[in-house]
């Protein structure tokens, strides 16, 4: 049975539970639950403090985990990254009042606010920068106001938290982070559960980022159409009753749909249908 570790609070924690589900595991029901089994699909869940997951991966007692690319670098824990999941994201920076620190060399006998240590020690180290750091739980924004740090470090994602607490980023930004499949360094990724595992979630990452197109086309307008919906292997053509036609059908990115079907329609296309894709297995 696949033992798998996700997130039971925070931000991780309903988009992991959504697209665990979206996949076809059974998810627990109450958020106090620590772990289900999933019988039909021989998987365990446990439900952990999302900082704990790459700890627990990195001991070899849980099979996978899913956390954040930041959380597993700031754990230093033996463990890596073996999909991203695209959910989560945000970007780790340095900010401070405005106009009292332009670069990292400004960080130089200062002291960094954080609740992720290790990102920052490993970023100021590597810069060659001595500066002395303080870690705090959370709301780390407060910690200039207060005189607990001059700078802090902070995960920043629509930047709503630093500008409330009147701070700006500063220098280039430590990390890019999202939701990211772990696995024990080392462990044996080809294992036939653990593949199957990772192709259901990149079925959910493709249902989520294309859509199924279908139209009908003049056989002399093929070459374009096809040019502008290649799909991913090559699209279905089949004859239609109406002699000198065609229908297409093709997988298109969601998100370029509406100027596809705009330049379908300007080189003669018809009846042009985009469905919504619910699983799928590449
Ligand atoms: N506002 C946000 N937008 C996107 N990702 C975020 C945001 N806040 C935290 N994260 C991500 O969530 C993970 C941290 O999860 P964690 O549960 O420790 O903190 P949290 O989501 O801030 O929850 P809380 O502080 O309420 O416990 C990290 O990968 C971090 O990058
Ligand atoms: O750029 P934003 O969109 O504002 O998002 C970033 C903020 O979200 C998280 O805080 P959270 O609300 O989890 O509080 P915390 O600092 O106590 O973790 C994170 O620690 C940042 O403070
Ligand atoms: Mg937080």
């Known amino acids: 049975m696949l033992r798998i570790a996700v997130p039971n609070k925070g931000s991780l924690s309903g988009p992991a539970g ?5 996949a076809g595991y059974q998810q627990r029901r109450e958020s106090k639950e620590l772990r289900i089994v999933d019988p039909v699909n021989d998987v365990e869940f446990f439900y952990l403090r999302p900082r704990d997951i790459a700890i627990y991966v990195s001991s070899g007692r849980l099979d996978i985990g899913i ?12 463990a890596e990254e073996i999909l991203p999941l ?10 401070t009042k405005p106009g009292t620190a332009d670069g990292i060399e400004d960080l130089r006998g200062r002291t960094v606010a954080t609740s992720y240590e290790g990102i920052v020690a490993k970023h100021l180290a590597e810069q060659g920068v001595d500066a002395s750091v303080v870690h705090l739980d959370g709301a780390v924004e407060t910690a200039i106001e207060l005189g607990v740090a001059e700078v802090i470090a902070d995960v920043v994602e629509t930047g709503t938290s630093l500008r409330n607490a009147g701070l700006e980023v500063f220098g280039e930004p430590i990390m890019k982070s999202e939701a990211i499949v772990i696995r024990r360094t080392g462990a044996d990724v080809e294992e036939p559960k653990v593949q ?5 979630l990149q079925g959910v990452l493709v249902a989520r980022t294309y859509v199924m197109m279908d139209y009908d086309c003049r056989v002399e307008q093929l070459e374009k159409a096809v040019a502008l919906t290649p799909g991913l292997e090559s699209p279905t053509v089949s004859p239609l009753h109406n002699e000198g036609w065609v229908a297409v059908r093709a997988m298109v990115p969601s998100k370029e749909a509406q100027r596809i079907m705009d330049d379908l329609y300007d080189i003669g296309a018809r009846a042009i249908l985009t469905t919504a894709i619910h699983a799928c297995r590449l």
């Open 18 to 22: 959504e697209m665990l589900h979206e």
């Open 67 to 78: 956390t954040g690319r930041d959380l597993l670098i700031d754990s230093g824990a033996n």
């Open 86 to 95: 695209g959910f989560a994201r945000s970007t780790f920076r340095f900010a």
């Open 196 to 200: 199957q595992f990772l192709r259901r």
